[in-house]
Structure formats: C-alpha cells, structure tokens
C-alpha cells in the first residue's frame, strides 16, 4: 500500500487529454516538489516531469504537471500510441526522511 | 552519460549481495544518488539514498538494518551491500541519480540488476 495513491489505470483517445493524479499528506506533496517517471514494460523509468511542472529537456510540452494542496497531477495532451506506459509519481516525505512513489498509473491508448 | 548497475543474481534467503553502481559522463561527486527496486509485476519502490558528500544515507524500513549504502568518488561508484536477504527483497535494482539531496528528481536510471532470492 503506497503512502502515495494513484488510479491503476487511465484510458483515453488518441489525440485526447488524459490526467493522472496523485494524492498524498501534507508531509509530502502538500510541502516539497513532485516529480513524474513514464516507464515502458522491461526498461527503466523516465523522468518526465521534476519540481512539480517542468519538463527535462526533450520531453514535449504535451506533458504537464501541477499540485494543488496535497494532490499532484500530470497531464498528457495530444495523446499517441508511444504514450502508452505506467506512470509513477515521486516525492519526498519530510516526516518519514524517504523518498515516496505512488503505486503507478497504467496509460491506455485506444 | 550513464548509470551501469551490476552484482545481480540469485542468492539464497539469510544471503549477501553486493550492487554496484558505475558512472561515466559527469561530474559524479556533484550527486546524490537513490537505489529503486520493482519486483516483478509490481511498482516502484524506493530502497535508499545517499548525498553527494555520504553524510546522509536514508533507508526504506524493509531494508533498514539490512542494507548499507556507500560511494566511492574516486571510482565513480555507488554500492548497496545487501544482508539478511529475504523472498520479498527479489526484484530488478535501479541506480538513479538525484541532484539535489531530499528533492525527488531522478534525471538519470540504470538499465537495473536482477536480484533473486530463492532456495
């Protein structure tokens, strides 16, 4: 059970929008920046998104990030097939001294 | 510019594993590094951290009196000494790189190690 929650799944149109979100306490998203890892089945995770809304250099503008309170959410717009993957959020928990990640999103691209 | 994770394999339960972690195409001492785990099938689960000067090293409770973290600057090399293994500890281990100790921004993964524990 993560400290983090996050839906199993999200599914959306080719060319739609699609959110995911992130919940957690005020010990972790509501007071320290929130990243977001897009990672493929057998490879490793992908930063997509750091310091809650910017994006690593090459990662498109069509991903979004943004907290309000102690909820976080990425957004993917223009959806495509290649965007098919598991997200995950990630943060850090200043109570607990740990690096938290939600239990991960499966994108489905129909 | 590249993490390579090594020291994977099957290992008995009560045994010892050594990760290593190798780094090539930056300024290595500038990080803070993390060890991620994901069990087959499962999420991420992070392990531990340890800051670019290795005064502050974190544990997840299901590894803490287990697993140590070190660094070697000289060699460009983080490692994760793994004791006391258990079932539950089987998963493919990630290096990843955090700029910033205590901000979550993994910029940089391994490709990962398999770890098995089984008799």
């Known amino acids: 059970q993560s400290v983090l929650t996050q839906p199993p799944s999200v599914s959306a149109a080719p060319g739609q929008k699609v959110t995911i979100s992130c919940s957690g306490s005020t010990s972790n998203i509501g007071t320290n920046f929130v990243s977001w890892y897009q990672q493929f089945p057998g490879a490793a995770p992908k930063l997509v998104i750091y310091?809650?809304?910017s994006r690593p250099s090459g990662i498109p503008d069509r991903f979004s990030g943004s907290k309000s309170g102690t909820s976080a959410t990425l957004a993917i717009t223009g959806l495509q097939t290649g965007d098919e993957a598991d997200y995950y959020c990630g943060t850090w928990d200043s109570s607990l001294s740990d690096v938290l990640f939600g239990g991960g999103t499966k994108l489905t691209v129909l | 510019v590249q993490l390579v994770e090594s020291g994977g394999g099957l290992v008995q339960p009560g045994g010892s594993l050594r990760l290593s972690c190798t780094a090539s195409?930056?300024?290595?001492?500038?990080?803070?590094f993390d060890w991620v785990r994901q069990a087959p099938g499962k999420g991420l689960e992070w392990v531990s951290s340890?800051?670019?000067?290795?005064?502050?090293?974190y544990f997840a409770d299901s590894v803490k009196g287990r697993f140590t973290i070190s660094r070697d600057d000289a060699k460009n090399a983080v490692f994760l000494q793994m004791n006391s293994l258990r079932a539950e500890d089987t998963a493919v281990y990630y290096c990843?790189?955090?700029?910033?100790?205590?901000?979550?921004?993994?910029?940089?993964w391994g490709q990962g190690t398999l770890v098995t524990v089984s008799s």
């Open positions: 340890i800051s670019s000067s290795s005064s502050s090293k």
């Open positions: 310091d809650t809304n």
């Open positions: 195409g930056f300024t290595f001492r500038r990080y803070s």
């Open positions: 990843a790189r955090n700029e910033i100790f205590g901000v979550v921004t993994l910029d940089l």
